[in-house]
């Protein structure tokens, strides 16, 4: 079992920065596969960026070069720090994990529902 809780959504301007940050409780963090996944206003859910077991990362073209994705095994952590936002960046987020040894890059391509655990997700608003 894992819970998730994410924080750090906002509003900002086109061009700032933000920090998204989930919180798991498991016991087997350091061997989940975590990722963002986001849902833009009137839009299908997609896959931000994912991280793997091995601290492989894979991310969405169209957040390659501006987002990063990482993880803290110490303390069960992941973020997702969001730099140069554009106005299409808005949506929903929310992190997922899920056990099985899945790469970053299958994880990428997988659908949502694919994913067992999720957070409650944040809100994310770029103006600009």
């Known amino acids: 079992q894992v819970q998730l809780v994410d924080s750090g959504g906002g509003s900002v301007q086109a061009g700032g920065s933000l920090r998204l940050s989930c919180a798991a409780t498991?016991?087997?963090?350091?061997?989940?596969?975590m990722g963002w996944f986001r849902q833009p206003p009137g839009k299908e859910r997609e896959g931000v960026a994912f991280?793997?077991?091995?601290?492989?990362?894979a991310y969405a073209d169209s957040v390659k070069g501006r987002f990063t994705i990482s993880r803290d095994n110490t303390e069960n952590l992941l973020y997702l720090h969001m730099d140069s936002l554009k106005v299409e960046d808005t949506g929903n987020y929310y992190c997922?994990?899920?056990?099985?040894?899945?790469?970053?890059?299958?994880?990428?391509?997988?659908?949502?529902?694919?994913?067992?655990?999720r957070s409650q997700g944040t809100q994310v608003t770029v103006s600009s």
């Open positions: 997922v994990a899920d056990l099985r040894p899945m790469t970053a890059i299958q994880a990428l391509r997988a659908p949502h529902y694919a994913f067992r655990y």
């Open positions: 498991t016991d087997t963090y350091v061997r989940t596969l």
């Open positions: 991280i793997d077991r091995d601290v492989r990362t």
